[in-house]
């Protein structure tokens, strides 16, 4: 059980990192869009 809770522990972090890094990659640029516009 403990080995199975670390594995899924670990898939979590990776997804969560995954989107973090698309999210942050689509609001960079609309973050300096909306710069250049304002």
């Not at 522990?9 to 973090?20: A, N, R, S």
């Amino acid at each position: 059980m403990k080995k199975y809770s670390k594995q899924v522990d670990h898939l979590f972090t990776e997804v969560i990192g995954f989107w973090f890094y698309i999210i942050a990659w689509l609001m960079i640029p609309v973050l300096l869009f909306l710069q250049w516009v304002g």
